[in-house]
């Protein structure tokens, strides 16, 4: 890559970007909670699971296509992968999440070099609301970035924001977190060869207790994420 697609991938890819990620933990909140989680090594196997229930197989697969789509001007196609993002969000939260990102990137977009791009318009306009990872396959299609780039650094975004949570919510210290994020970092490359791999049949969300658990952290009595 040349070097300003590979810093605008950083860019996109930072807990900086202003989008909200770091104000949701993804369920990990309620996890805790509910004393599933406990500990270094709780955190460490949920992220690293959550990684491959919800990034490989889902959004990491809507993000490749969604690209080609872009690229290729298919509004139809644009338009079924964000319905199904929006399918796939199982609880209130986890829509609230995908549409509040969605629509916060579309108003960085609309105040960035390419911001006469019609296919920015076309975001904006999906009903009932543009999802981050149809938002973030335009912007890394704007950037030039190939897809397994993008996979990575949208995924590293996760990673750095979903380590965040975990160091409020467990509690962690940094030098924990760091371990964690690690062990992220080394499954992500993995992560994203299946997600490229896969075709509209591949595409997966299934996970049902990360589904409960955000319901239930939705009328959770004290918390500090959105999610």
């Not at 920015?120 to 780039?149: M, N, Q, S």
């Not at 924001?161 to 499954?187: D, H, S």
């Not at 409960?212 to 004290?222: G, K, M």
Request: hydrophobic share 55%.
């Amino acid at each position: 890559m040349q070097a300003p697609t590979l810093l605008r991938l950083i860019w996109l890819a930072s807990p900086a970007l202003p989008v909200g990620g770091f104000s949701y933990s993804e369920g990990l909140e309620a996890a805790v909670d509910a004393g599933r989680l406990q500990g270094e090594a709780g955190a460490r196997a949920w992220l690293l699971a959550q990684l491959e229930l919800t990034l490989a197989r889902a959004d990491g697969p809507a993000l490749v296509q969604a690209m080609h789509a872009w690229r290729d001007g298919d509004a139809a196609r644009v338009r079924a992968l964000n319905d199904w993002v929006q399918a796939s969000r199982e609880s209130a939260e986890f829509r609230l999440q995908a549409e509040q990102m969605g629509r916060s990137l579309v108003e960085w977009l609309k105040n960035g070099e390419q911001a006469g791009d019609a296919r920015i318009a076309a975001l904006a306009a999906l009903p009932p609301a543009p999802t981050w990872p149809i938002g973030f396959a335009l912007a890394a299609v704007l950037a030039g970035a190939p897809e397994r780039e993008a996979l990575l650094a949208f995924g590293f975004g996760w990673c750095e924001n979903l380590v965040q949570a975990a160091m409020k919510a467990v509690p962690l210290g940094q030098a924990a977190a760091q371990r964690i994020l690690a062990a992220l970092a080394a499954a992500l490359p993995a992560a994203a060869e299946r997600a490229l791999a896969a075709d509209d049949a591949g595409r997966v969300a299934f996970a049902p207790m990360l589904a409960v658990l955000s319901a239930r952290h939705e009328a959770q009595y004290s918390r500090l994420f959105r999610s």
